[in-house]
């Protein structure tokens, strides 16, 4: 049983304010990824719950204990990072058996619990070797088992296949959503990469500029982002935005073009709002608003255009090939249930 | 980096700890410092007058340094500063020209003559200082300025240096400039020297510092007093039963601030490289 | 790259060229020399080994080997664990630690020659201080260089004075070297200050202590400046190092040949310390 509580948890470095204000729980068992652009806090905020940095206010405790003023060794967290970390000097046993011959475990329990998670990790055969004779990928394995075999309370992970190539990072990340689900630790996990967070995750934090934007489900921030910035990270390619304002059950925008809005929406004419729409919920209909294609980017399976509409560019991302050219009209055409309206100035969603 | 969960105790046995040590090395410069500036008749100190006047003089002049003016002195110094000057500028030349080969060239006999720069610099000056005399000798150069500069001029830690930078820049920013048509010796001057300004304050101070660290080939290759350096001059004064105490005090002053100025105005170049792991 | 076939060594050349006959052919010469005398109408004769022998069986040289030995048995382990000391109090930031670290290498810039008559000043008992602070606080006025028993000592405190500084920078390299992250796994794993240090820090900083002692050890081998100036070798060749008789041999005895097997002794000893200091660079994984 491992839950942790964060509460109203601030961090600055001189007069530069990191966190500002986090609550936060996670429930036993889970695994939460936080999300955000570089410099959002979200490393910082892992390094709180770690121990490596002391917070300034505000207090973390995990399983109801305040661990807040404690050093590291005091809180039972494992953590995996962004480079390793591999101790260079010792063997991959010696790396995965370190924190036991710490905490004072005897040679036989530290071997067979090395042993087991090499296992799990398949690190049987690389145990004598050293870090500067593995992979990249093996490295990550290591710095994973030195995790499990502490059969820690929180298990924290910081980027850690963000030095891997796309194939061996996708390969990754299944092992690691795989021994999730066979462990059933909490887990907190660091990422920049909102494919990883919405794949593994139970639940995903999204930070920006210190602060929680919103956190829940990955399918319910996907089509339900709270404001613009969590409409517009998460995705890829990106949510379209359009300028513009609100009319009579239609939208207009900046230069004129009419564009649809949520079924049965009805909010004060004039508004300045911006219109979202992702990729994949625009394509071509009998009645709709038009645009011109400007780029066809076939990918095999998708064909993902550019096509200018209302002036500006929109991602148009279909699921079949197409046969299409720069240059030709399209009619284009969005179900009201996929149509995002957030408010200009502040970004927040206007409707459920 | 930030230290969290740190101790004040241990904060303050830290400030107390590197107090103590700096404190140990600055004390013997500061008090010749001020000795330098007593009069004559003050500077011997009785061991039973410990006080606060064993380090502060009772009124401070510049009569030992105007004594110094009509000796031998100036000339020692003119001849350390013009001695490491050279040293200096030919040294950064020399060393940055193989260094550069060093980098951007592929030739025969690459590793083996980079070995040969590696061991010298691995073998202390000072272990054939005996037989470059008798060689230097034989050459006629006993007792003359390029018996003090042109042996130290190559010097296989500043070629290393040099390599190390210039290996840093991509060859393609070299090989642009061969396809626009520049010869090498214009890549050098004009690409990659301007490149490695701080490199050359790192190798000119650590030219400098070999010659002015320099005590026994001075003493054996130029002794004569028209081409002692500043550190033989002054060696050769101190055999403890002079009358010029104050004169001895502040030739040595002298010597110490040449070395210590140009030192305290590189020495951030010089150490962040050494740091960075420019040596290893 | 395609270059014409020259312009390496002609870049190369003029540094090789220095290399070559100030650094290398010193030691064949030094070699060479060993092997010759001066004979009493002053031309130089082959002698054979006839310098070795002499010097086998000169029991000055044997004590100044001995001294040369204590010299570096004390000096070289003393200057790496203060130098140590210095790095890892300079190391983490702090504030202001920049202007510790400067006036903490200051003493580089201090040359050799003017650092020991600095201290021949600062040490003596009517011009310099300490004595007078060590009559105060109740010790007692010492010697120091003056007698037998205190001035190798003396010669070594002045050096570490000079020294530590320097060897603190190359050992401040290695710490920064070491990936914070490694330290901050290790604090994860649950060790201690203490056991960070001795299981992380002091492991990987293996190979720069090892450069540094040896480094230090061929320089030390060849101290000079600080016996020239202060002692002569003396007191009654207390401080009499190999470095010193090589000097003597040439220059108070005008015997070149038995100058140079002084050096090429001492030379041998050096190339042997540089063979070592190649063998301990290489990596832990290279010998695994």
Same mark, same amino acid.
């Given at each position: 049983?491992?839950?942790?509580?964060?509460?109203?948890?601030?961090?600055?470095?001189?007069?530069?304010? !990191?966190?500002?204000?986090?609550?936060?729980?996670?429930?036993?068992?889970?695994?939460?990824?936080?999300?955000?652009?570089?410099?959002?806090?979200?490393?910082?905020?892992?390094?709180?719950?770690?121990?490596?940095?002391?917070?300034?206010?505000?207090?973390?405790?995990?399983?109801?204990?305040?661990?807040?003023?404690?050093?590291?060794?005091?809180?039972?967290?494992?953590?995996?990072?962004?480079? &390793?970390?591999?101790?260079?000097?010792?063997?991959?046993?010696?790396?995965?058996?370190?924190?036991?011959?710490?905490?004072?475990?005897?040679?036989?329990?530290?071997?067979?619990?090395?042993?087991?998670?090499?296992?799990?990790?398949?690190?049987? *055969?690389?145990?004598?070797? &050293?870090?500067?004779?593995?992979?990249?990928?093996?490295?990550?394995?290591?710095?994973?088992?030195?995790?499990?075999?502490?059969?820690?309370?929180?298990?924290?992970?910081?980027?850690?296949?963000?030095?891997?190539?796309?194939?061996?990072?996708?390969?990754?990340?299944?092992?690691?959503?795989?021994?999730?689900?066979?462990?059933?630790?909490?887990?907190? &996990?660091?990422?920049?990469?909102? !494919?990883?967070?919405?794949?593994?995750?139970?639940?995903?934090?999204?930070?920006?500029?210190?602060?929680?934007?919103?956190?829940?489900?990955?399918?319910?921030? &996907?089509?339900?982002?709270?404001?613009?910035?969590?409409?517009?990270?998460?995705?890829?390619?990106?949510?379209?935005?359009?300028?513009?304002?609100?009319?009579?059950?239609?939208?207009?925008?900046?230069?004129?073009?009419?564009?649809?809005?949520?079924?049965?929406?009805?909010?004060?004419?004039?508004?300045?709002?911006?219109?979202?729409?992702?990729?994949?919920?625009?394509?071509?209909?009998?009645?709709?608003?038009?645009?011109?294609?400007?780029?066809?980017?076939?990918?095999?399976?998708?064909?993902?255009?550019?096509?200018?509409? *209302?002036?500006?560019?929109?991602?148009?991302?279909?699921?079949?090939?197409?046969?299409?050219?720069?240059?030709?009209?399209?009619?284009?055409?969005?179900?009201?249930?996929?149509?995002?309206?957030?408010?200009?100035?502040?970004?927040?969603?206007?409707?459920? | 980096?930030?230290?969290?969960?740190?101790?004040?105790?241990?904060?303050?046995?830290?400030?107390?700890?590197?107090?103590?040590?700096?404190?140990?090395?600055?004390?013997?410069?500061?008090?010749?410092?001020?000795?330098?500036?007593?009069?004559?008749?003050?500077?011997?100190?009785?061991?039973?007058?410990?006080?606060?006047?064993?380090?502060?003089?009772?009124?401070?002049?510049?009569?030992?340094?105007?004594?110094?003016?009509?000796?031998?002195?100036?000339?020692?110094?003119?001849?350390?500063?013009?001695?490491? =000057?050279?040293?200096?500028?030919?040294?950064?030349?020399?060393?940055?020209?193989?260094?550069?080969?060093?980098?951007?060239?592929?030739?025969?006999?690459?590793?083996?003559?980079?070995?040969?720069?590696?061991?010298?610099?691995?073998?202390?000056?000072?272990?054939?200082?005996?037989?470059?005399?008798?060689?230097?000798?034989?050459?006629?150069?006993?007792?003359?300025?390029?018996?003090?500069?042109?042996?130290?001029?190559?010097?296989?830690?500043?070629?290393?240096? =040099?390599?190390?930078?210039?290996?840093?820049?991509?060859?393609?920013?070299?090989?642009?400039?061969?396809?626009?048509?520049?010869?090498?010796?214009?890549?050098?001057?004009?690409?990659?020297?301007?490149?490695?300004?701080?490199?050359?304050?790192?190798?000119?101070?650590?030219?400098?510092?070999?010659?002015?660290?320099?005590?026994?080939?001075?003493?054996?290759?130029?002794?004569?007093?028209?081409?002692?350096?500043?550190?033989?001059?002054?060696?050769?004064?101190?055999?403890?039963?002079?009358?010029?105490?104050?004169?001895?005090?502040?030739?040595?002053?002298?010597?110490?601030?040449?070395?210590?100025?140009?030192?305290?105005?590189?020495?951030?170049?010089?150490?962040?490289?050494?740091?960075?792991?420019?040596?290893? | 790259?395609?270059?014409?076939?020259?312009?390496?060594?002609?870049?190369?050349?003029?540094?090789?060229?220095?290399? $070559?006959?100030?650094?290398?052919?010193?030691?064949?010469?030094?070699?060479?020399?060993?092997?010759?005398?001066?004979?009493?109408?002053?031309?130089?004769?082959?002698?054979?080994?006839?310098?070795?022998?002499?010097?086998?069986?000169?029991?000055?040289?044997?004590?100044?080997?001995?001294?040369?030995?204590?010299?570096?048995? @004390?000096?070289?382990?003393?200057?790496?664990?203060?130098?140590?000391?210095?790095?890892?109090?300079?190391?983490?930031?702090?504030?202001? %630690?920049?202007?510790?670290?400067?006036?903490?290498?200051?003493?580089?810039?201090?040359?050799?020659? @003017?650092?020991?008559? $600095?201290?021949?000043?600062?040490?003596?008992?009517?011009?310099?201080?300490?004595?007078?602070?060590?009559?105060?606080?109740?010790?007692?006025?010492?010697?120091?260089?003056?007698?037998?028993?205190?001035?190798?000592?003396?010669?070594?405190?002045?050096?570490?004075?000079?020294?530590?500084?320097?060897?603190?920078?190359?050992?401040?390299?290695?710490?920064?070297?070491?990936?914070?992250?490694?330290?901050?796994?290790?604090?994860?794993?649950?060790?201690?200050?203490?056991?960070?240090?001795?299981? %992380?820090?002091?492991?990987?900083?293996?190979?720069?202590?090892?450069?540094?002692? %040896?480094?230090?050890?061929?320089?030390?081998?060849?101290?000079?400046?600080?016996?020239?100036?202060?002692?002569?070798?003396?007191?009654?060749?207390?401080?009499?190092?190999?470095?010193?008789? /090589?000097?003597?041999? /040439?220059?108070?005895?005008?015997?070149?040949?038995?100058?140079?097997?002084?050096?090429?002794?001492?030379?041998?000893?050096?190339?042997?310390?540089?063979?070592?200091?190649?063998?301990?660079?290489?990596?832990?994984?290279?010998?695994?």
């Amino acid at each position: 049983m491992s839950t942790m509580t964060i509460d109203n948890l601030r961090k600055s470095f001189g007069a530069t304010e !990191i966190l500002r204000g986090i609550d936060l729980d996670v429930a036993d068992g889970e695994f939460v990824a936080l999300v955000g652009p570089s410099g959002c806090g979200k490393s910082t905020l892992l390094r709180l719950i770690a121990g490596l940095e002391e917070a300034s206010s505000g207090s973390i405790s995990i399983d109801g204990r305040d661990v807040t003023r404690l050093p590291p060794k005091g809180r039972d967290v494992a953590m995996v990072f962004q480079n &390793y970390a591999l101790y260079p000097h010792l063997t991959v046993r010696a790396n995965m058996g370190f924190s036991l011959k710490l905490r004072g475990d005897d040679k036989a329990t530290i071997d067979s619990k090395v042993t087991d998670a090499a296992a799990v990790l398949g690190l049987d *055969a690389l145990l004598e070797r &050293y870090p500067g004779q593995l992979s990249g990928g093996q490295r990550q394995r290591v710095a994973t088992g030195r995790a499990i075999v502490r059969d820690p309370k929180l298990f924290l992970f910081d980027e850690p296949l963000s030095n891997l190539d796309a194939k061996l990072r996708a390969q990754m990340r299944t092992e690691i959503k795989a021994l999730h689900q066979r462990l059933k630790n909490t887990m907190i &996990y660091v990422t920049h990469d909102q !494919i990883e967070a919405m794949t593994l995750a139970d639940r995903i934090v999204v930070m920006q500029a210190g602060r929680i934007e919103q956190q829940g489900a990955p399918l319910d921030l &996907y089509d339900r982002p709270a404001n613009a910035f969590v409409g517009g990270f998460l995705g890829s390619p990106a949510m379209n935005f359009v300028k513009g304002i609100l009319g009579s059950g239609l939208f207009l925008a900046e230069d004129g073009t009419q564009l649809p809005v949520p079924d049965g929406f009805d909010a004060e004419q004039g508004r300045s709002v911006l219109w979202g729409v992702r990729p994949e919920a625009i394509g071509p209909v009998d009645q709709g608003f038009s645009g011109v294609v400007e780029v066809v980017e076939p990918t095999g399976p998708d064909t993902q255009l550019l096509v200018r509409v *209302a002036g500006q560019p929109l991602v148009v991302l279909m699921h079949k090939r197409m046969r299409v050219s720069p240059g030709d009209q399209m009619t284009l055409g969005v179900q009201g249930a996929d149509i995002h309206l957030f408010d200009a100035a502040d970004g927040r969603r206007l409707h459920l | 980096m930030d230290t969290p969960f740190r101790s004040p105790l241990a904060l303050m046995l830290r400030y107390g700890l590197l107090s103590i040590l700096a404190f140990m090395v600055v004390c013997p410069l500061a008090w010749l410092a001020l000795a330098s500036l007593r009069p004559q008749a003050e500077i011997f100190q009785p061991v039973s007058e410990f006080g606060w006047h064993t380090f502060i003089p009772s009124r401070l002049t510049l009569d030992n340094y105007r004594a110094l003016w009509n000796g031998d002195f100036p000339l020692a110094v003119k001849n350390s500063v013009f001695v490491a =000057f050279m040293t200096v500028v030919f040294g950064i030349v020399v060393n940055a020209l193989a260094g550069f080969a060093f980098a951007a060239f592929d030739f025969r006999g690459k590793n083996l003559l980079f070995l040969l720069v590696i061991i010298s610099f691995m073998m202390p000056f000072e272990a054939i200082v005996l037989p470059l005399y008798v060689m230097i000798r034989a050459f006629g150069w006993a007792n003359s300025y390029q018996a003090l500069i042109v042996p130290e001029i190559a010097n296989g830690m500043v070629i290393f240096l =040099f390599r190390q930078f210039f290996a840093s820049i991509p060859r393609d920013f070299y090989e642009a400039a061969r396809v626009d048509g520049a010869s090498w010796l214009y890549i050098f001057t004009r690409i990659a020297m301007p490149l490695s300004w701080p490199t050359i304050a790192t190798s000119g101070l650590m030219l400098f510092l070999a010659q002015w660290d320099s005590f026994f080939w001075p003493v054996v290759a130029a002794s004569a007093p028209d081409y002692a350096v500043v550190q033989v001059a002054i060696a050769r004064n101190i055999n403890f039963e002079q009358n010029d105490w104050g004169g001895l005090f502040a030739s040595t002053n002298i010597a110490i601030l040449l070395g210590t100025i140009p030192f305290l105005l590189i020495q951030r170049f010089y150490v962040r490289t050494l740091i960075s792991g420019g040596i290893k | 790259m395609i270059s014409s076939r020259w312009t390496p060594y002609l870049f190369l050349a003029p540094a090789l060229a220095g290399l $070559l006959i100030f650094r290398l052919i010193p030691i064949v010469v030094a070699a060479g020399g060993s092997l010759t005398g001066v004979s009493l109408m002053g031309d130089m004769r082959f002698v054979g080994l006839e310098n070795f022998e002499y010097l086998m069986t000169d029991p000055e040289f044997w004590s100044s080997l001995n001294i040369t030995l204590l010299f570096n048995v @004390i000096i070289n382990p003393l200057q790496l664990a203060v130098a140590f000391g210095l790095a890892l109090l300079v190391f983490r930031p702090l504030r202001g %630690v920049w202007l510790y670290r400067t006036l903490l290498v200051l003493p580089m810039a201090v040359s050799t020659g @003017i650092s020991a008559v $600095l201290f021949g000043l600062f040490l003596d008992g009517n011009l310099g201080p300490l004595n007078g602070f060590l009559e105060w606080i109740g010790i007692g006025a010492q010697p120091f260089h003056r007698s037998a028993d205190q001035a190798l000592y003396t010669l070594i405190g002045i050096a570490t004075w000079k020294g530590a500084g320097y060897w603190m920078l190359f050992l401040l390299a290695g710490l920064y070297s070491i990936p914070s992250t490694v330290h901050e796994a290790a604090a994860i794993d649950g060790a201690s200050a203490w056991q960070r240090f001795r299981h %992380v820090t002091l492991p990987l900083m293996r190979k720069p202590m090892a450069f540094v002692l %040896v480094a230090d050890t061929a320089i030390n081998f060849l101290f000079f400046a600080p016996v020239y100036i202060l002692t002569s070798g003396g007191p009654s060749g207390s401080t009499s190092v190999l470095m010193f008789q /090589a000097y003597r041999a /040439a220059f108070t005895f005008s015997d070149i040949g038995r100058s140079l097997a002084v050096s090429t002794i001492l030379l041998a000893i050096i190339l042997v310390i540089v063979v070592l200091e190649f063998r301990l660079l290489r990596s832990p994984e290279e010998r695994a």
